[in-house]
């Protein structure tokens, strides 16, 4: 039952997880600044839906079953390294355009590419599942009926969606979009850094 599951500890970690600053962070404000609020809201969509496809993989096992083939991790840890690398050079390219300023700086992405990008940012990014892992495994008593375990992924992906869409109505405010009119390119230098840095460390990290 509900009642004899730890909540306070597995939505309290999720929610430092998902708050915390990140590739997906950082995502969502790029989308957000430079292409609006349904941008930023495709993106945090499919960031939201990356998220609960492995909170539900790994409350329902897949985890332990990736643990067992390593290559698996190994794999996503290169698509997601070279997904991000990607996305910085990118937003490189934007920060080095003097000429364009807002969406006209990149090809604007459309709201199904939007929502591809931050599903693929989070299903090519192997310490995802190994944080559901762990936070069901400690947060969770063994043998939680089916139902209990669906209750406690739908409330974490609650939480979560409404921390994505909050960061991109945050973001995508007059206020922050004519900031970054201003500032663009320095924004976009900024976005660089960051995807780039959160590449080279998924690149280099072990995964255990």
């Not at 096992?61 to 690398?85: C, D, P, S």
């Not at 739908?154 to 994505?164: C, M």
């Not at 869409?165 to 660089?192: C, I, K, M, Q």
Request: aromatic share 12%.
């Amino acid at each position: 039952m509900l009642q004899d599951l730890h909540l306070p500890l597995v939505m309290g970690a999720a929610l430092i997880a998902t708050a915390s600053p990140g590739p997906s962070t950082v995502a969502i404000a790029s989308a957000s600044m430079s292409g609006g609020r349904a941008l930023g809201f495709r993106l945090a969509a499919g960031i939201t839906c990356g998220s609960m496809i492995w909170s539900f993989s790994a409350a329902f096992g897949l985890a332990t079953v990736m643990l067992a083939n390593a290559w698996l991790f190994e794999v996503l840890r290169y698509l997601g390294a070279a997904y991000l690398i990607y996305l910085a050079l990118r937003s490189a390219r934007s920060a080095l355009d003097s000429k364009s300023g807002g969406l006209a700086a990149r090809a604007a992405p459309t709201p199904r590419r939007a929502f591809l990008t931050g599903l693929l940012m989070h299903l090519t990014n192997p310490k995802a599942i190994l944080f559901f892992g762990a936070l069901y495994s400690v947060g969770l008593p063994q043998g939680v009926p089916a139902e209990s375990l669906l209750v406690v992924v739908l409330i974490i992906a609650l939480q979560s969606a409404t921390i994505f869409f909050g960061y991109a109505a945050l973001f995508s405010n007059p206020r922050a979009v004519h900031l970054y009119t201003r500032l663009r390119r320095w924004f976009e230098a900024t976005f660089a850094v960051a995807f780039g840095y959160a590449g080279l460390k998924l690149l280099t990290t072990k995964l255990q």
